[in-house]
């Protein structure tokens, strides 16, 4: 199929405007026993197979350039260690305080731990000037929602109290790739972080519960590929994170229905293009802009007022994540891409959002 008749098919679908969003609840339904046995066996082969490929990397193949600073834990979640990556002016010995970056990694909520963006952490560091402290959260399906959503919130509020790390506290932006970058976004919307949050930046997430993988899959603004993980995966993952009668719409699982007052003044999302999410995220930024999808074309970027949208043509979910990705042409366009998208980011933070209170 030509490029052209693809973009022709994805003008159709990006034609549609959005509609005002119907809160009516909408409770997730229990599933029926047999797909429940078989939705347990899909996570758990998932969750051991990442387990075990992540621990052949870290063992064959090391990565101490990327080690963070140091590591260290607080009172409110001590088995849920943080990883801190100080900048180089930081490591030189200057003590001046320091805007914080609070991230939290991605793995569908049920998988990985936060030193698979140990890559993207010290890099970000050295880049912007600031502290990054990586994130863990308890996972699914042991952990169900609201569980990581309450973890992250209470090690943030930590964070940001601890005096050791010298950190400006009227300077802190939280951010995510996938399900870290909805956590960001439902996270900052709790009493503990409050007012204490400047920006979110939220890499491909999941923003919006209410319609199933299947829903999204069709509506995708994409069509060359017959499916994906998210596709057929999604309904197990989806089963290991919400829990039967959970309202969808509840703006603590899906941020889309959170108002721009219970969001932080400052709001970047990034979709890409090959992403069966990204839709709903490209929705969500309209939204919280106050305007409609556009009728016609790709709007790869733009910024208003305090809202920034990012759109990363040519890759799917998950590019931003070295794990797994197999070297060649592919790759040196995904790493170009996810260089364009960090400087972008970056810029925003340091004209717009870091400067003055």
């Not at 490029?3 to 994805?10: E, F, H, P, Q």
């Not at 932006?173 to 439902?186: D, P």
Request: hydrophobic share 40%; proline share 6%.
């Amino acid at each position: 199929m030509s490029s052209a008749l693809l973009d022709d098919k994805a003008e159709t679908l990006l034609s549609r405007i959005t509609k005002v969003r119907d809160t009516t609840p909408l409770p997730a339904e229990l599933a029926s026993l047999g797909l429940r046995i078989q939705y347990f066996f899909l996570v758990w082969a998932v969750k051991i197979t990442i387990a075990v490929q992540l621990a052949y990397l870290r063992f064959f193949y090391p990565t101490p350039e990327t080690q963070p600073s140091f590591i260290k834990t607080y009172d409110c979640r001590p088995k849920l260690p943080v990883r801190v990556f100080e900048p180089k002016s930081r490591l030189g010995g200057t003590q001046d305080t320091l805007p914080l970056y609070i991230n939290i990694h991605g793995g569908a909520f049920a998988t990985c731990d936060a030193s698979i963006d140990d890559s993207f952490c010290k890099s970000w560091s050295q880049r912007t000037g600031m502290v990054v402290v990586s994130l863990n959260y308890r996972k699914s399906p042991v952990h169900r929602f609201p569980v990581p959503v309450l973890d992250i919130a209470a090690v943030a509020r930590a964070i940001i109290d601890d005096e050791t790390l010298n950190i400006d506290k009227s300077r802190v932006v939280i951010g995510g790739f996938s399900a870290g970058g909805k956590l960001a976004l439902t996270a900052c919307q709790l009493p503990e972080l409050e007012g204490r949050i400047k920006a979110a930046v939220s890499y491909f997430p999941i923003v919006d519960w209410s319609a199933p993988p299947h829903a999204k899959w069709s509506e995708r603004l994409y069509t060359e590929k017959p499916s994906e993980s998210l596709n057929t995966a999604g309904p197990a993952l989806d089963w290991a994170y919400v829990p039967a009668g959970q309202n969808r719409k509840e703006k603590l699982l899906s941020p889309c229905y959170a108002s721009r007052e219970e969001l932080p003044k400052w709001v970047c999302l990034i979709g890409a293009q090959h992403d069966m999410l990204c839709r709903e995220s490209r929705d969500m930024i309209y939204s919280l802009a106050g305007e409609d999808v556009p009728e016609y074309g790709w709007d790869e970027g733009w910024e208003r007022g305090t809202y920034k949208w990012v759109l990363a043509m040519g890759v799917r979910h998950g590019f931003t994540d070295d794990f797994r990705k197999k070297r060649g042409h592919s790759s040196e366009q995904r790493k170009q891409v996810c260089e364009e998208i960090y400087a972008s980011v970056h810029k925003w933070l340091e004209n717009k959002v870091l400067v003055g209170n």
